[in-house]
């Protein structure tokens, strides 16, 4: 049973555009929201996170967005460039314990066309 | 650099057999996370410890086994080796191992099961 869910496998932007990577999740007990980006070869990089009684965090061109009531967030990036392109991971965790662990989406890969 | 080192970086054995896949976490991280990904998943949590303790178990199989030694690195032990075994290993750290902490990525271990 997947529980966060990135239904777009890829996507692919103009350079300078904005890009919008979709997550959705089904436990109402996660709190924490993370994106993680992957490059080739390299372990997955913190990317920028919310907690649930947000409903946006921005980090300079990285805004992520959360919908409670949908159990969905986003991740925009404004304005794309080239070196953004990577698999962009989405997860969860929290569910109110003491332990830490990560619910990952399966991903999606963002191509950023110069 | 995150910082996490594993070792080796790639692996190849036959089935039935068993590997050892070492973590070094950040320096000053007492906690360290084990997850799995395998063709066209998502990361899986397999286990945490947190200084030389289980705090958490994921869908860890029982031929899996892990422990966190009194200088903090980590090994994954896995035996019986079968093909589905295949995938990309990856280790974690972060300070404390409490819910909304940074977990920070090591690049990997690619096991190969033929």
């Known amino acids: 049973d997947q529980q966060v869910k990135q239904n777009s496998p890829s996507l692919s932007v103009q350079e300078g555009r904005i890009s919008i990577l979709n997550c959705d999740y089904t436990?109402?007990?996660?709190?924490?929201f993370l994106w993680y980006k992957k490059y080739p070869a390299e372990g997955p990089t913190f990317l920028i996170s919310?907690?649930?009684?947000?409903d946006k965090n921005e980090d300079g061109r990285f805004t992520v967005f959360l919908n409670k009531s949908a159990k969905h967030l986003s991740l925009h990036i404004v304005p794309s460039q080239p070196g953004d392109s990577a698999v962009y991971f989405c997860?969860?965790?929290?569910?109110?314990?003491?332990?830490?662990?990560?619910?990952f989406g399966t991903g999606t890969l963002l191509a950023v066309q110069p | 650099d995150s910082g996490v080192t594993q070792t080796p970086k790639h692996l190849i054995t036959a089935t039935g057999q068993r590997v050892t896949l070492r973590c070094s976490p950040r320096?000053?991280?007492?906690?360290v996370y084990w997850y799995q990904q395998s063709l066209d998943q998502g990361l899986q949590f397999l286990i945490q410890?947190?200084?030389?303790?289980?705090?958490a178990k994921g869908n860890i199989l029982e031929r899996f086994s892990a422990q966190q030694f009194p200088d903090l690195h980590s090994e994954l032990n896995l035996s019986s080796l079968e093909l589905g075994d295949s995938a990309l290993y990856f280790c974690?750290?972060?300070?404390?191992?409490?819910?909304?902490?940074?977990?920070?990525f090591g690049p990997g271990t690619r096991l190969l099961v033929l």
């Open positions: 974690a750290s972060s300070e404390q191992g409490l819910v909304q902490e940074t977990q920070y």
């Open positions: 436990n109402s007990m996660f709190d924490y």
């Open positions: 919310i907690s649930s009684i947000k």
């Open positions: 997860a969860a965790s929290g569910y109110g314990g003491a332990t830490n662990k990560l619910i």
């Open positions: 320096s000053g991280d007492l906690s």
């Open positions: 410890y947190y200084n030389g303790e289980e705090r």
